[in-house]
């Protein structure tokens, strides 16, 4: 079962992100979780077996693209595709807002999840992205 996670899910979401090792010292996976979960064009997804949090993702969209982080399935419940039930929620929930493109951005040292992507049918974008911390 998936569905959008609430402020009592944010434990078990920063956990499994944790064990997904989806986390990074220069972000806070607690703020993110509340800005992306009460956000008004964002949303995080959740899979469930039983009452356990087993995978999610983060989506949001700006009007023109849809975007997806914090994708992550425990490492007990990969090759089940799950991570792809994930993805298809999140094409859902971005197609659902009128919103034509759904994009990831992959970290240069996972090269293993470029696969999964591929597998699910993304293209390689030629772009290079620029950022600024504040
Ligand atoms: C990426 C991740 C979410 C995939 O989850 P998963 O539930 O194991 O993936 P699925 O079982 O849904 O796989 C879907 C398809 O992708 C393929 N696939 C999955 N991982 C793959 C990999 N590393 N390389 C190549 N193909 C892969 C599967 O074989 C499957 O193909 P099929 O539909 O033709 O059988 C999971 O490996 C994960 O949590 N990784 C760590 C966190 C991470 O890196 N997240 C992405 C950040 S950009």
Same mark, same amino acid.
């Given at each position: ?20 090792? $989806?986390? #990074?010292?220069?972000? /806070? ?5 509340? %800005?992306?979960?009460?956000? @008004?064009?964002?949303? &995080? ?36 595709? $799950?991570? #792809?039930?994930?993805? /298809? ?5 971005? %197609?659902?807002?009128?919103? @034509?493109?759904?994009? &990831? ?30």
């Amino acid at each position: 079962m998936i569905r959008p996670l609430a402020a009592g899910d944010r434990e078990a979401a920063v956990a499994l992100w944790h064990a997904c090792g $989806l986390t #990074r010292p220069w972000n /806070d996976p607690h703020a993110d979780f509340s %800005r992306a979960a009460e956000g @008004p064009s964002s949303a &995080v997804l959740g899979a469930f077996e039983d009452t356990t949090l087993i995978g999610s993702a983060m989506v949001g969209h700006d009007g023109h693209r849809g975007w997806v982080y914090y994708l992550g399935v425990h490492p007990e419940h990969r090759q089940r595709h $799950l991570g #792809r039930a994930l993805m /298809d929620a999140c094409e859902a929930w971005v %197609r659902e807002r009128g919103v @034509p493109k759904i994009e &990831v951005m992959v970290r240069g040292d996972n090269a293993a999840t470029r696969g999964f992507y591929e597998a699910l049918g993304y293209g390689l974008e030629d772009v290079v992205v620029y950022s600024r911390r504040f």
